[in-house]
């Protein structure tokens, strides 16, 4: 269980997105709920944070 940043409810890790909060030139990474998701969608202060452990696919030879 992890606490979202936003609401400071708990909820599963699997659920939660790591999201990105700008304030004042600098970066904060923030896990968010699916319903906070909803409302900082919208919000231009907000990103997503890539998934960097996506597996990589293969090149045809």
């Known amino acids: 269980m992890k606490k979202c940043n ?3 409810k708990q909820f599963p890790e699997i659920i939660m ?3 990105i909060h ?3 030139r600098k970066a904060y990474i923030e896990n968010i709920c ?3 998701q909803s409302i900082l969608h919208n919000n231009p ?3 997503y944070l ?3 452990n ?3 696919q293969n090149k045809p030879s």
Do not use: G, L, Q, V
């Open 45 to 47: 202060n907000y990103y």
């Open 50 to 52: 890539a998934d960097e």
């Open 22 to 24: 700008i304030i004042d």
């Open 34 to 36: 699916p319903s906070c």
């Open 17 to 19: 997105k790591t999201m």
């Open 6 to 8: 936003s609401c400071s």
């Open 54 to 56: 996506k597996p990589k």
